[in-house]
């Protein structure tokens, strides 16, 4: 259900294991964006060859049924995240799901500072309407009216162009921020973003001052400048030889071109005492000096997830090392997602040697996109979009006795135990549970607990692995509320026994 094209089982007895290539196909042709009015999508099963195309263009939403294959088919046209009033309200501003994931659920390592609402510093996400006259925190107009990339990861995270430029606690350079048509909201993609303690996963990537005061910084570098300091390798130790770079503990993917992305992160040189200087990602959990005079915010240490592809981050050092305006926008106008971390209360990193991150922690972030060419592929479909999946572990077995018998434990009752209703009823007098996962040719033996026999039913039904029980005996009279042992005998491949609990309602005759 988190895919770029909707495709589900709706008969698994019929799924064939199959190696499967969905394809968009504009018959006008296009070389940008596929606006749905003239696209349509084929499904081919690559190990038969046989092809189905779709009835409608993508622009119209429609679920197509394949019955021979037992799967449906829905793919309906996207669109960017930002836009007008109208378009942010009817898609979620294009948001469909920002998490964060634990490997040790026990193991919360990994915070951040909120983002505050009102006039002050810690307003720092600027989605919503609120801009009076003079005031020095307005929301950025008509970016995310909706407040939709304010709640994010608890505040913690948020769309760059939306994040504020504001000098004490801004993640934003005011360049390539809401002063400009850079990072609007319609330049998001989705990301997959992993702190690991793998070393060989990490990413190699600039680090940036976030100290807004250049006579307080380190070499007097301005705020968003490459840091003034020798970089460190992998292992944490300084390589004089360079300036401004490091490692970060893990790397940023495109999930929906399978693409590494450039990360970085930043630091404010001045707190020295908040690992702000030492070139290493390793934000504090302190917020305030203990005399609240002075903001740390775990030494500023924003980290930054670009559209870029991943090249060890050596084209944005280059355009940084101009010193030119020009050259540093060309960094900035990358960076689709911005957090603000803290290391939890409680926790604590591990040495560098053991790989730094407590447990591995995954952040996705899903925003809507449309289908579009992709130029980095243009030999095969004219580069249009192409999916490919495989259907082997969802496809049916038929004529295996090991996996008949084994479906045997599959075998339930439900619901178990029975409270006077189920799901199943259709009315006041209607009383019905449900045998499931059975096979095509049972008996099915209801016995009470002193082995009275109350209902025996035969079944041959290859349509369908559930049988309804009214719940009466072999007369068609109500049962009374008890335990009852349920038996199902499979000939030829096995017996199955079930122990049953229900309590019956009095008869409600109201409706009379």
Known sequence: GKGPVGIKVYNPKVVPSSNFEMSLYDYVGTSGILNGITTIWSLKDLTTGITVSSEYTIDVENEQLIPDWGLSVFVKTARNPGGTEDEQAANNNGLLEATIEFADPQNLWLSGLPDQEGDNVFNWIRSGTYAPGGSAFPDYLGRDIFQVYENLIGRTWTAYGVATDEKTLGPAWLDASHYSTLNLLDSLVSADVVFTSDKSKWSKCIVVETNNEETLSQGDASKFDLRDAFSKNQDGVETPEEKGTSWFPGYAIDPETGERLNIFFGEDSWLVGQNGADMWWNPTADIFSPTFFEVWAGGKQYVYVTRAKYDSCKA????????SSTDKRNVYKEVCWVGFPLLAEGFQYKSISEGFIPTETKLRFRVTKPYKVQYTDVVVNNGMPRYTFNTADLAATTGDYNTAVSALDTISVVPNPYYAYSSYEQSQLDNRVKITNLPQKCTI????????????????????????????????????????????NAPGLGEKTIKWFGVMRPTDLDSY
């Open 316 to 323: 944005f050092k280059a355009f940084l090392s101009t010193n």
């Open 445 to 488: 033996s209801i016995f009470a607990l002193d082995g009275t026999l109350i209902r025996k039913i035969s079944r041959d039904d290859p349509s369908i692995t559930s049988l309804d029980w009214d719940m009466k005996n072999n007369v068609g009279i109500p049962i009374a509320s008890g335990l009852y042992i349920i038996h199902v």
